[in-house]
């Protein structure tokens, strides 16, 4: 009976590497973002929202931006086409269509670059557009 517990232990120990007990960090340690997660906030109803993200290159060598794609079609993403060399910010421009949709929406965006993948979310709530009331009162009547 005890061997069958060591087995077990031994097993699940097996499984316990460092990667699975460690959270890692998925942002490349040569890239530093100021912001990874940026929250529109409320947003109506077929608008459109940009923001602006922007890292430093911390390591040694130019990084250069292979692609950047979003997670659905009705986000945008357009980047740095020039290496960014140590120590310089680069950009990556996300811009978010509403047009269809409604309440609350988180969209990841996958950067690569040739020292590894960095993402990034934009959220918020879409909110219909509140028609303002007519006046009972008319000037020209």
């Keep these: 009976m005890i061997s069958f517990f060591t087995t ?15 959270q890692t960090n998925p942002q490349p340690a ?16 077929g ?5 602006t993200f922007t890292f ?8 250069v931006i ?3 794609t979003a997670s659905c079609g009705c986000t945008v993403p357009s980047y740095s086409k020039e290496p960014v060399a140590p120590n310089q910010q680069g950009t990556v421009t996300a811009i978010f ?7 609350n929406f988180v969209k990841t965006i996958t ?15 879409i ?12 000037l020209n009547d």
């Design 127 to 138: 909110i219909a557009e509140v028609a303002k009331p007519k006046s009972p009162i008319q």
């Design 47 to 51: 608008s459109k929202s940009k923001y």
């Design 111 to 125: 950067i690569v670059t040739n020292v590894g993948s960095s993402y990034l979310n934009i959220k918020g709530n």
């Design 8 to 22: 077990i232990i031994a097993l699940v120990g097996l499984f316990q590497t460092p990667e699975n007990t460690a």
């Design 97 to 103: 269509d509403s047009a269809g949709k409604m309440g």
């Design 66 to 68: 292979t692609s950047a």
């Design 56 to 63: 430093v290159n911390k390591g040694t060598t130019p990084i």
């Design 30 to 45: 040569e890239i530093e973002w100021k912001k990874t997660t940026h929250d529109f906030g409320e947003i109506v109803q």
